[in-house]
Protein backbone atom coordinates (compact mmCIF):
# COMPACT_ATOMS: atom_id res chain seq x y z
CA UNK A 1 0.00 0.00 0.00
CA UNK A 2 1.09 3.62 -1.07
CA UNK A 3 -0.26 6.39 1.33
CA UNK A 4 1.24 10.00 0.78
CA UNK A 5 0.17 13.17 2.39
CA UNK A 6 0.28 16.23 0.11
CA UNK A 7 0.24 18.79 2.66
CA UNK A 8 4.07 16.89 3.61
CA UNK A 9 4.81 15.78 -0.12
CA UNK A 10 4.59 19.80 -1.87
CA UNK A 11 7.98 20.54 0.53
CA UNK A 12 9.55 17.71 -1.30
CA UNK A 13 11.31 17.18 -4.46
CA UNK A 14 8.23 15.57 -5.62
CA UNK A 15 7.02 19.02 -5.84
CA UNK A 16 7.73 20.59 -9.80
CA UNK A 17 7.34 24.17 -10.47
CA UNK A 18 7.77 25.88 -14.33
CA UNK A 19 6.32 28.51 -15.78
CA UNK A 20 2.29 29.09 -14.92
CA UNK A 21 2.14 25.87 -13.10
CA UNK A 22 3.36 23.54 -10.16
CA UNK A 23 2.84 20.44 -9.53
CA UNK A 24 3.19 17.82 -6.59
CA UNK A 25 3.82 14.22 -8.03
CA UNK A 26 1.70 11.93 -5.64
CA UNK A 27 2.48 8.86 -7.72
CA UNK A 28 5.18 8.10 -10.19
CA UNK A 29 6.85 5.76 -12.12
CA UNK A 30 8.88 3.76 -10.04
CA UNK A 31 6.09 3.26 -7.92
CA UNK A 32 4.80 0.59 -10.33
CA UNK A 33 1.06 1.38 -10.44
CA UNK A 34 1.13 1.73 -14.07
CA UNK A 35 0.02 5.59 -14.57
CA UNK A 36 1.82 8.74 -12.05
CA UNK A 37 -0.89 10.57 -10.50
CA UNK A 38 -0.13 14.41 -9.61
CA UNK A 39 -2.63 17.55 -7.97
CA UNK A 40 -1.13 20.18 -10.12
CA UNK A 41 -1.53 23.78 -9.91
CA UNK A 42 -2.58 26.10 -12.77
CA UNK A 43 -1.49 29.88 -11.80
CA UNK A 44 -3.87 32.49 -12.26
CA UNK A 45 -4.47 34.10 -15.85
CA UNK A 46 -1.66 31.31 -17.18
CA UNK A 47 -1.84 30.64 -20.74
CA UNK A 48 -0.39 27.07 -21.43
CA UNK A 49 0.08 25.33 -24.67
CA UNK A 50 0.85 21.49 -24.30
CA UNK A 51 0.87 18.38 -26.77
CA UNK A 52 1.36 15.48 -25.20
CA UNK A 53 2.67 12.97 -27.76
CA UNK A 54 4.22 10.72 -25.49
CA UNK A 55 1.58 10.46 -23.22
CA UNK A 56 -2.24 9.95 -22.33
CA UNK A 57 -3.78 12.52 -19.79
CA UNK A 58 -7.05 13.09 -17.90
CA UNK A 59 -7.77 15.54 -15.64
CA UNK A 60 -10.07 16.46 -12.90
CA UNK A 61 -10.85 20.29 -11.91
CA UNK A 62 -10.89 20.76 -8.31
CA UNK A 63 -11.03 24.32 -7.62
CA UNK A 64 -11.04 27.62 -10.15
CA UNK A 65 -12.50 28.05 -13.57
CA UNK A 66 -10.70 28.58 -17.06
CA UNK A 67 -11.08 27.01 -20.20
CA UNK A 68 -9.30 24.45 -22.89
CA UNK A 69 -8.74 24.52 -26.59
CA UNK A 70 -8.52 21.79 -28.72
CA UNK A 71 -6.22 22.91 -30.82
CA UNK A 72 -7.26 20.67 -33.21
CA UNK A 73 -10.40 21.15 -34.09
CA UNK A 74 -10.79 24.54 -32.53
CA UNK A 75 -13.39 23.51 -30.20
CA UNK A 76 -12.60 25.56 -26.72
CA UNK A 77 -14.65 24.14 -23.51
CA UNK A 78 -15.10 25.78 -19.83
CA UNK A 79 -13.33 24.44 -17.01
CA UNK A 80 -14.62 24.61 -13.17
CA UNK A 81 -14.80 22.26 -10.61
CA UNK A 82 -16.32 19.02 -11.20
CA UNK A 83 -15.17 19.20 -14.94
CA UNK A 84 -13.17 16.54 -16.28
CA UNK A 85 -11.53 16.71 -19.59
CA UNK A 86 -8.93 13.44 -21.23
CA UNK A 87 -6.43 13.69 -23.92
CA UNK A 88 -7.24 10.98 -25.77
CA UNK A 89 -6.11 11.01 -28.81
CA UNK A 90 -2.81 13.44 -27.98
CA UNK A 91 -4.41 16.25 -28.39
CA UNK A 92 -2.79 19.81 -28.93
CA UNK A 93 -4.19 21.92 -26.76
CA UNK A 94 -4.40 25.41 -24.84
CA UNK A 95 -5.32 25.44 -21.07
CA UNK A 96 -6.41 28.59 -19.35
CA UNK A 97 -7.03 29.76 -16.16
CA UNK A 98 -9.29 32.84 -15.48
CA UNK A 99 -6.94 35.41 -14.14
CA UNK A 100 -9.43 35.76 -11.03
CA UNK A 101 -7.17 32.91 -9.48
CA UNK A 102 -6.06 29.87 -9.54
CA UNK A 103 -7.02 26.22 -11.04
CA UNK A 104 -6.47 23.25 -8.88
CA UNK A 105 -6.60 20.05 -11.06
CA UNK A 106 -5.76 15.93 -10.18
CA UNK A 107 -3.85 14.43 -12.62
CA UNK A 108 -3.46 10.81 -14.36
CA UNK A 109 -0.49 10.02 -16.90
CA UNK A 110 -0.11 6.84 -19.15
CA UNK A 111 2.37 5.82 -19.32
CA UNK A 112 3.80 7.45 -15.78
CA UNK A 113 6.08 10.44 -15.63
CA UNK A 114 9.12 9.61 -13.86
CA UNK A 115 8.67 12.98 -11.51
CA UNK A 116 11.13 15.60 -12.78
CA UNK A 117 9.30 16.58 -16.09
CA UNK A 118 8.42 19.85 -17.75
CA UNK A 119 6.75 20.27 -21.05
CA UNK A 120 9.86 20.92 -24.23
CA UNK A 121 9.45 23.55 -26.54
CA UNK A 122 7.00 21.41 -27.97
CA UNK A 123 4.68 21.27 -25.13
CA UNK A 124 5.26 17.79 -24.81
CA UNK A 125 6.72 15.75 -21.51
CA UNK A 126 9.69 13.85 -23.22
CA UNK A 127 9.03 9.96 -23.80
CA UNK A 128 10.26 7.72 -21.46
CA UNK A 129 11.68 4.21 -22.57
CA UNK A 130 13.36 2.92 -19.21
CA UNK A 131 11.85 0.56 -17.46
CA UNK A 132 10.47 0.82 -13.72
CA UNK A 133 12.24 0.94 -11.03
CA UNK A 134 11.49 -1.65 -8.51
CA UNK A 135 8.97 -0.05 -5.30
Excluded at 29 to 42: A, W
Amino acid sequence: MIVRDLAKEILTERRVDSDGWSSVRLLLKNDGMGFSFHITTIHAGAELKMHYRNHLESVFCMEGTGSIEDLGTGERHQIRPGVMYALNKNDPHILRADAGGPMLMACVFNPPVTGKEVHGADGAYPADTEMPESV
